[in-house]
């Protein structure tokens, strides 16, 4: 088949894939999903998150980023922020309550979920947002990349390159359970590999530089799980004794393997509903 051939199938693709449609009013909501196919911003009518107040054990990543946020909403310079470290610790909670505590003051800061599996369109989602009178903390959950997934091309052009680059009402905000958002093997791999292999693993680990925040996590101890139980029982009227939250609580936990953050939200969740106590 011809380049002439190939060219003619790929403008017909083309003219089928469904026009983009515009930006919403960024007025109507605080919070939205980036889509594709077609292009879109879905405003969020409630967004999932807690109070910023009930996070426990991560005093110092939750300052840093309020203070960040803050000077971001006001149009002051402000860093990316990529969080790191242990799972269910509350890297992606974080986001979205800092988030929830600044737009009650500068109603103009909205937040953009970005999937990672769409990526390679950020560009045009970018296109969206530039020059809006709103600010947006884009948001990227669970970011990792894997062997040979070309993803983070897309991300790094962003961040800091390209002609364009960066929109200034942008600030990109994304959590990985991985401090260089690829696993340790796979950079290894890279260094023992290649024929210049500090020349391929920073290609791959300087997607991470490109964050001028990096946020850690880590595994809380007991009496920070258990400060976090009686956090949620306080902020939502459940009533339980201390003795009885304590066994129970150590009981959950065991029975997971794990103690952190998320486990300490579903023994709660449990807790409320055999308590007849409504979490909305």
């Known amino acids: 088949m011809s380049?002439?051939?190939?060219?003619?199938?790929?403008?017909?693709?083309?003219?089928?894939?469904?026009?983009?449609q515009p930006a919403p009013a960024f007025a109507e909501a605080s919070a939205f999903v980036w889509h594709t196919d077609p292009d879109r911003l879905e405003p969020v009518a409630k967004v999932n998150r807690v109070d910023v107040g009930l996070l426990v054990g991560v005093d110092r990543s939750r300052d840093t980023l309020l203070a960040n946020?803050?000077?971001f909403a006001a149009g002051l310079p402000a860093n990316n922020a990529l969080l790191w470290g242990a799972r269910g610790m509350g890297k992606s909670s974080l986001v979205k309550a800092v988030h929830g505590a600044v737009h009650a003051d500068y109603p103009a800061l909205k937040i953009v979920?970005?999937?990672?599996?769409?990526?390679?369109?950020?560009?045009?989602c970018l296109n969206l947002l530039r020059g809006a009178s709103a600010r947006f903390?884009?948001?990227?959950?669970?970011?990792s990349f894997?062997?040979?997934?070309?993803?983070?091309?897309?991300?790094k052009a962003v961040l800091d390159g390209g002609i364009e680059g960066r929109p200034d009402n942008v600030v990109l905000y994304a959590t990985s359970n991985r401090r260089h958002l690829m696993p340790r093997d796979m950079i290894e791999?890279?260094?023992?590999?290649?024929i210049s292999p500090s020349e391929a693993v920073e290609e791959k680990v300087s997607l991470s530089d490109r964050f001028g925040l990096w946020l850690g996590f880590h595994p809380c101890d007991q009496d920070e799980y258990l400060r976090m139980i009686r956090g949620y029982c306080d902020a939502y009227g459940v009533a339980i004794d201390d003795a009885t939250l304590r066994a129970e609580a150590i009981e959950w936990q065991a029975t997971r393997g794990s103690r952190s953050g998320r486990?300490?939200?579903?023994?709660?969740?449990d807790l409320a509903g055999r308590k007849g106590v409504t979490l909305s």
């Open 263 to 269: 486990v300490a939200w579903q023994y709660f969740t």
């Open 146 to 155: 894997g062997h040979d997934d070309a993803h983070y091309k897309s991300l």
């Open 189 to 194: 791999n890279e260094r023992s590999s290649a």
């Open 3 to 20: 380049d002439k051939e190939l060219r003619r199938i790929a403008d017909a693709l083309e003219r089928l894939r469904p026009a983009p």
């Open 113 to 124: 979920e970005v999937q990672r599996e769409d990526l390679p369109s950020i560009g045009r």
């Open 137 to 143: 903390i884009m948001f990227c959950d669970d970011l």
């Open 69 to 71: 946020t803050r000077q």
